[in-house]
Nanobody, 118 residues
Framework: QVQLVESGGGLVQAGGSLRVSCAVS????????MGWFRQAPGKEREKVAS????????YYQDSAKGRFTISRDNAKNTVYLQMNSLKPEDTAVYYC???????????WGQGTQVTVSS
């Protein structure tokens, strides 16, 4: 069983930075593609960024390009999302998720709230 636990959310002013982390249990962490999603009130969940098992490939939503950086530490079973130049529209619950290569996002964390004040 794979369990994901996010941390690091909080309240930050516009223009500020925040790093959210996702600790993953299980010995096969390094084999999973990891992703960060977010869901704002009244909106659908959207994928913000993802990273391949060896960090060789990354994906960013257009709004995250140049501001957010996804990374992973396979030795620590942890994936990170560094968010800079935050905007009020980045306010959402941020979720991490895991998927097998070519598979669906099978495992999800409980989410961490990020609030950006103007």
């Amino acid at each position: 069983q794979v369990q994901l636990v996010e941390s690091g959310g909080g309240l930050v002013q516009a223009g500020g930075s925040l790093r959210v982390s996702c600790a993953v249990s299980g010995r096969t962490f390094s084999s999973y593609i990891m992703g960060w999603f977010r869901q704002a009130p009244g909106k659908e969940r959207e994928k913000v960024a993802s990273i391949s098992w060896n960090a060789g490939r990354t994906y960013y939503q257009d709004s995250a390009k140049g501001r957010f950086t996804i990374s992973r530490d396979n030795a620590k079973n942890t994936v990170y999302l560094q968010m800079n130049s935050l905007k009020p529209e980045d306010t959402a619950v941020y979720y991490c998720a895991a998927a097998r290569d070519g598979g669906s996002w099978s495992y999800w964390g409980q989410g961490t709230q990020v609030t950006v004040s103007s």
